[in-house]
């Protein structure tokens, strides 16, 4: 089992920056994949971005450039600096680890609400 719990999350203005954060504990097998999705209300949940073992990131076309994913293996922790907030990014973010290989291994946090207001 694997726990993930997620931080900073809140209230920004637009043009805002916030920083996510979300520290696994457990079985933390690696290599693996680390990401940040989001779900806006009546909408699927979306990737945001992610981040393998060896540094390889990969994000959706509407946050390039102003959202970077990173990651610090001895704390089993992954980040989501996000600047020039806009409000269409308002959503609850989810921190995801998963195995590139497996399906099995598949975790998911509680989700951290992020609201930016225009």
């Known amino acids: 089992q694997v726990q993930l719990v997620e931080s900073g999350g809140g209230l920004v203005q637009a043009g805002g920056s916030l920083r996510l954060s979300c520290a696994a504990a457990?079985?933390?097998?690696?290599?693996?994949?680390l990401g940040w999705y989001r779900q806006a209300p009546e909408k699927q949940r979306e990737l945001v971005a992610d981040i393998r073992s060896g540094g390889t990131t990969n994000y959706a076309d509407s946050v390039k450039g102003r959202f970077t994913i990173s990651r610090d293996d001895a704390k089993n922790t992954v980040y989501l600096q996000m600047n020039s907030l806009k409000p269409e990014d308002t959503a609850v973010y989810y921190c995801?680890?998963?195995?590139?290989?497996?399906?099995?291994?598949?975790?998911w946090g509680q989700g951290t609400q992020v609201t930016v207001s225009s």
């Open positions: 995801n680890v998963k195995s590139p290989y497996s399906t099995i291994y598949n975790y």
């Open positions: 457990g079985s933390i097998f690696r290599p693996n994949v």
